[in-house]
Nanobody
Framework: QVQLVESGGGSVQAGGSLRLSCSVSGYTYTYYCIAWFRQAPGKEREGVAATDSHGGRTFVRESLKGRFAASQDNSKSTLYLQMNSLKPEDTGTYSC?????????????????WGQGTQVTVSS
């Protein structure tokens, strides 16, 4: 039973920063991908960033490069999303997700284990 728990969301002013965390447990397979998604009301869910179980290789959506960055702790049990220079359009529910594998982690279409999400609200 894979379990993912997000934390770190909140309400900030435009231009502020947040650091989200995703704690992963219960996985038994060797290789996997883990990623951040976000969804705002009335908008389609989109992949934000991803990394693999080996670390070292990360992906950030092109439009978010320079503001967002993903990383893992040394134990690889926690995924982080650092968000800087936040804009109102960044508002949404941010969820982490996992799938077996370990390659092509930036293919966001096949993640199948999900956390409950954490709310991010950016006001102007």
């Amino acid at each position: 039973q894979v379990q993912l728990v997000e934390s770190g969301g909140g309400s900030v002013q435009a231009g502020g920063s947040l650091r989200l965390s995703c704690s992963v447990s219960g996985y038994t397979y060797t290789y996997y991908c883990i990623a951040w998604f976000r969804q705002a009301p009335g908008k389609e869910r989109e992949g934000v960033a991803a990394t693999d179980s080996h670390g070292g290789r990360t992906f950030v959506r092109e439009s978010l490069k320079g503001r967002f960055a993903a990383s893992q702790d040394n134990s690889k049990s926690t995924l982080y999303l650092q968000m800087n220079s936040l804009k109102p359009e960044d508002t949404g529910t941010y969820s982490c997700a996992l799938r077996p594998g370990g390659i092509n982690c930036d293919n966001f279409g096949y993640y199948n284990s999900w956390g409950q999400g954490t709310q991010v609200t950016v006001s102007s």
